[in-house]
């Protein structure tokens, strides 16, 4: 009995203090129950962003002083650093600030997030000692990509490509490439967007290598090692329209690139000849006349870079001569051109590329071809007029003249068949004889109109009084003739 006696007495202090232990957490969690009743809407008490106090205010409320405070924070700066060169940016100007909205959330949501004793956890915590969350930073990057890239251009080198130079004794060098160097905006971008919540935030901007587009040993492999062959043709510098045709054409060939094995075509590098593509009207031969149309001088460009082919020993995949005989080369060696239907080509058989350039100063167009030079045969283009044909004669009657008129309508033009060789020498002896093209270049007759038509006769005079009339003599048939 006694020792039940003496477990009595001590449990019922144990229980007591069970029980008051369970009434002050009871007290404790009704305190904070109530509290959040009446703090419903409204952020807990000690809650901050950053130095901004938004506790016991409603969110109406705890916006208006965070946007106060966003709007002080955007005159902050950054200080962007590469090597001895820094810039100090204003958040404004980076696209960057509070986030006011996240701010807004995070401190609404403090104490109301997690399970029960979590809750009670941080309401009791920022009641006791305040909680100051951190301040939510944006940052707009394409507007901190741009404001960086303009301040990076101080300081960016840009790459140098390989090229090739062409001196104007037609020596070619290489221009070695060389790597530059740039801001990395998008390391900086990731920079910024770590740092930006620190007081003073300073950035070191990374830089990075940039290759150059077209390495030295690329321009190398092109073989381009010098003057393969040039020729040079003339034209009247008065005939503007023409010159203007012939720079137009000439410039889409300038500075052209054919790759080894590749076949070249005129039309296809130079385009329509249009209005729309710069060209004016002038002369240009059709159906055996000389007429005005768009483009008239391209084909002296085509001429002129035929001849040229020829010289460098390169195959002729396509040419087709005109229908009457050109004053500006040989006879023989001319290459007419018609966008869509006839075409001047030829096909790169060398190892390396082949480069055109153009150029037309006061009376002459010259056309070069640049490449592999070494071992080139010395080429040598004869021209030779097998036949001459004489022009027919073709006669109209013509009842609108008097019988025994004649007039000329059209001079004839003579015709020839023509052979054209090309000779290659190496070492003065001839290696190659090829027979590169054999035209007819048809004659134009001589058209004469021969007069049909009755003989008008003059009339004859009256008499003057005392004296003796005078006959007025009437041609007749075997009369004087009108060569026009």
């Known amino acids: ?155 960016n080198i840009p790459p140098t490509d390989a090229s090739l130079s062409v001196g104007d004794d037609d020596s070619v060098h290489v221009l070695p490439a060389a790597p530059g160097r740039e801001v990395d905006l998008t390391a900086a971008v990731i920079k910024l967007k770590d740092e930006i919540n620190h007081e003073h935030p300073e950035i070191r901007l990374e830089i990075r290598a940039v290759p150059p587009g077209v390495e030295t040993s690329q321009i190398e492999a092109m073989q ?25 054409a000439a410039a889409a060939l300038h500075d052209h690139l054919i790759a080894p094995g590749e076949t070249f075509s005129f039309n296809q590098v ?69 966008y869509g239907i006839t075409d001047l080509k030829f096909i790169n058989d060398t190892t390396g590329y082949l480069l055109l350039r153009t150029r037309v100063a006061q009376d002459k167009l010259t056309v070069k071809i640049f490449g592999n030079n070494e071992d080139l045969p010395e080429v040598t283009i004869l021209s030779e007029v097998e036949e001459v044909i004489a022009p027919p004669v073709k006669e109209v009657q013509d009842p609108a003249l008097p019988a025994g008129r004649v007039m000329v309508e059209q001079e004839g033009k003579r015709g020839y068949r023509t052979k054209v060789t090309r000779l290659a020498r190496q070492g003065g002896l001839v290696v190659s004889t090829e027979v590169i093209s054999r035209d007819l270049y048809p004659p134009v007759p001589r058209v004469v109109r021969l007069g049909t038509g009755p003989v008008q006769e003059s009339p004859i005079p009256a008499p003057v009084e005392g004296t003796e009339s005078q006959g007025v003599p009437v041609t007749g048939a075997g009369g004087a003739r009108d060569n026009g």
């Not at 007429?291 to 002729?316: D, E, H, K, M, W």
């Open 224 to 248: 381009i090692k010098g003057l393969m062959s040039v020729f040079v043709t003339k034209f009247n510098p008065a005939n503007t329209n023409r010159v203007e045709n012939i720079q137009v």
């Open 1 to 155: 009995m006694g020792g039940a006696s003496r477990r009595s007495r001590l449990l019922f202090p144990v229980l007591g203090m069970g029980l008051l232990v369970l009434l002050l957490f009871s007290i404790i969690i009704v305190f904070l129950l109530a509290g959040e009743a009446k703090a419903s809407g409204t952020i807990y008490r000690g809650v901050k962003v950053g130095p901004v106090d938004l506790g016991g205010l409603r969110d109406v409320e705890a916006r208006g002083r965070l946007e106060h405070f966003a709007l002080q924070k955007q005159s902050d700066h950054v200080r962007l650093i590469v090597g001895e060169k820094s810039w100090e940016v204003s958040l404004a100007e980076l696209g960057a600030g509070i986030d006011v909205e996240e701010a807004l959330v995070r401190a609404s949501r403090y104490g109301r997030e997690g399970h029960f004793f979590n809750r009670l956890s941080q309401r009791w915590h920022a009641n006791k000692f305040g909680a100051q969350l951190p301040v939510p930073y944006f940052v707009r990057e394409d507007e901190a990509t741009a404001k960086i890239a303009e301040l990076a251009r101080e300081v």
């Open 270 to 338: 130079v385009g329509p000849r249009s209005t729309e593509a710069g060209y004016k009207e002038a002369i240009v031969i059709e159906e055996n006349e000389f007429r005005p149309g768009v483009g008239g001088g391209v084909c002296q460009v085509s001429t002129t870079l035929y001849n040229a082919v020829l010289r460098a020993n390169l195959p002729i995949a396509e040419r087709r001569r005109h229908s009457l005989v050109v004053d500006y080369v040989p006879v023989g060696t001319d290459a007419t051109v018609v």
